[in-house]
């Protein structure tokens, strides 16, 4: 937990993890900080009135309301792109920092379980009160007159709760992973609901619905009565005309009915003594008045930051339209369709957002770069698995028997690139990556930007990676396509190099045998490479030996740290987050068994 691994000192785990965690604790104070504030606020005596008939239950939602105006904040930040990107630069060379960055789409996700929670209990406190304020010998002024369904139906704070509500659950039930994958266009139109949302929310409390006392000052009501005496006036110091209790009973300012006279005091509730009666000699009539809308307050200025960022998107995507300049069809199992565009400036491991206005007015996808910046073109390789890449796919002529012209392929926009933690990968002695089936697309930019480097070392001085290991999770035969071929061209680019140590490839297959693959396996077994990684166009096979089962991690680290003794290794991961997890142990561990020498492992997740 909290990627903690038995026996790791706390210095070790402060260098590792300690930046992410230190961020979220105090993040959870604030959190807790803000609900007992308001809580604590909303016992004040000015709100008697209402506390009388709901308790506690006005205290918890008003907490509740302060911790969800906090985060719905919070929730924008993380997804102003080019904002995030633009910090994440101001950090150049502080790794734990940066990090920080890398995960914001996690604390993203981490806002909106928060908004969760707290909207849950927001409406379970107000359901309390509904209950309470609509009972027949309730004579509260919000809501007298109303049945507790009018309250949600018939009133701004109730409407507008409704629209936050459904929307809410519409963009927390779509964005699970499942509906991400199989489903982007549902899940990103869903989500747009954020528009219902942050109005509902500024308009919440327009039509005031919790009461207070304004002239506390002058008539100080207080709770503390007793059955006998019938109240309490408190001390102040105010005019010495400010009676004693005992002379307001003697004067007749208090009858026998108990009913303060002169006042606006509930009656004909439970506790008819609840309230003490004012003072002589000053006005003797509480004023009260109803709360204005604050939730606006906390969100304006991240919603502010948003639509700055949307606008500039847009302003991008009518001055970035870039010409497809070629469509390159992939013979893989899934179709991938390469298309090429006009190069713009780009860093190895980035990635983009596309918007191609033939194929969807609003829609903009998420695409890693396949090309590095040495290139004079940047590339991207999309699996045609959902109805968006389908219709980008006919629109670029990729089903068609021959090719379109390059005049005749769509316009596309480009909204980035954006940074990810692969960028950091020259800063390690040892760089490792591994990638779980279609997980390794990232990786592709990063592995033709190390054959530039290592090829014309001059140009880049403060390049420190001195091996770099390749791990490639296969599912199955059908799982290598396109990127086997970069992996053939970059062993054979090394070994002119004379660099073949530098690079080394481990390719593991984790499932899908059948009993021809098993002949095959038998028969190329003893052979040098291994021809079951084949080039289906130039029957090219890939040197490196086949492995079939999952990788022994603590094997694998085992090596590598043995070669790095005292010294920083980096490994980047893209998959499934099973896998992640066991990695991130893994690297934990090997920083603990390794503390003697000196040599850290450092756990990086792609994430966009």
Not at 157 to 164: A, E, N, Q, S
Not at 398 to 406: I, N, R, W
Not at 567 to 591: D, I, R, W, Y
Request: with cysteine.
């Amino acid at each position: 937990m909290f990627g903690y691994y038995t026996g790791m000192t706390a210095k070790q785990w402060l260098q590792l993890e300690g930046p992410l965690y230190l961020f979220v604790f105090l993040w959870m104070v604030v959190n807790i900080m803000l609900f007992f504030i308001n809580f604590d606020k909303y016992k004040q005596d000015k709100f008697i009135f209402i506390r009388h008939m709901v308790h506690d239950g006005l205290s918890i939602a008003r907490g509740a309301a302060l911790v969800l105006n906090f985060n719905c904040g919070l929730i924008l930040l993380p997804v102003c792109r080019n904002f995030v990107n633009f910090m994440r630069g101001q950090f150049e060379g502080k790794r734990s920092i940066r990090r920080l960055f890398d995960k914001n789409i996690l604390f993203h996700k981490w806002c909106a379980y928060v908004i969760c929670f707290a909207t849950a209990l927001h409406i379970g406190a107000h359901i309390f009160n509904a209950h309470n304020l609509t009972r027949p010998t309730s004579t509260y002024g919000g809501t007298e007159n109303l049945t507790a369904l009018q309250v949600v139906f018939a009133t701004v704070p109730g409407l507008t709760g409704v629209g936050i509500t459904l929307s809410l659950v519409l963009m927390v039930a779509t964005a699970t992973q499942q509906i991400r994958r199989s489903y982007y266009e549902l899940f990103w139109y869903t989500h747009h609901l954020f528009v219902v949302f942050y109005v509902c929310l500024c308009f919440h409390g327009y039509s005031g619905f919790v009461e207070r006392q304004t002239n506390f000052d002058q008539v100080p009501v207080r709770e503390g009565f007793d059955q006998t005496s019938g109240g309490q006036c408190v001390d102040r110091d105010v005019s010495a005309d400010c009676a004693t209790w005992a002379e307001l009973v003697a004067q007749g300012l208090w009858n026998s009915t108990r009913t303060c006279l002169g006042t606006t005091n509930i009656m004909n509730v439970d506790e008819p003594d609840a309230f003490c009666c004012p003072c002589e000699g000053v006005p003797n009539v509480i004023e009260t008045e109803f709360g204005a809308p604050t939730s606006w307050h906390w969100v304006i200025g991240p919603l502010s930051l948003y639509i700055l960022e949307r606008f500039y998107r847009f302003f991008r995507s009518q001055t970035r339209k870039l010409h497809i300049l070629k469509v390159i069809k992939h013979k893989d199992s899934t179709p991938v369709m390469e298309i090429r565009m006009k190069r713009i400036p780009t860093k190895s491991g980035q990635y983009v957002f596309l918007h191609c206005p033939k194929v969807s007015r609003f829609e903009w996808h998420a695409l890693t770069l396949t090309s590095c910046p040495q290139l004079d073109y940047i590339s991207l390789h999309i699996r045609l698995v959902g109805d968006w890449t389908t219709a980008l796919a006919d629109a670029c002529g990729f089903y068609d028997e021959s090719p379109k012209k390059a005049s005749e392929l769509p316009l596309v926009a480009v909204d980035g690139p954006f940074g990810t933690a692969s960028e950091d990968v020259y800063h390690f002695p040892g760089a490792v990556f591994v990638g779980a089936g279609i997980g390794v697309t990232p990786f592709a930019s990063l592995l033709q930007e190390f054959y530039f480097r290592k090829s014309r070392p001059e140009d880049y001085p403060h390049f420190k990676t001195k091996k770099l290991y390749f791990y490639w999770i296969c599912p199955g035969f059908d799982a290598w396509g396109w990127f086997a071929t970069l992996l053939m061209d970059m062993e054979e680019k090394m070994e002119e190099l004379g660099a073949s140590e530098f690079f080394r490839v481990r390719v593991f297959m984790t499932r899908g045998w059948s009993s021809e693959d098993a002949a095959k396996i038998i028969l190329h077994e003893n052979e040098e490479g291994d021809s079951i990684i084949r080039d289906a166009e130039s029957g090219r096979a890939l040197k490196q030996k086949m492995n079939f089962g999952r990788p022994q991690w603590d094997k694998e680290f085992g090596v590598i740290a043995d070669e790095f003794k005292g010294e920083n290794v980096g490994v980047f991961f893209c998959g499934p987050k099973v896998l992640s997890q066991q990695l991130h142990a893994t690297c934990n561990k090997m920083t603990v068994n390794c503390a003697d020498e000196g040599t850290r492992f450092f756990y990086n997740k792609e994430n966009f």
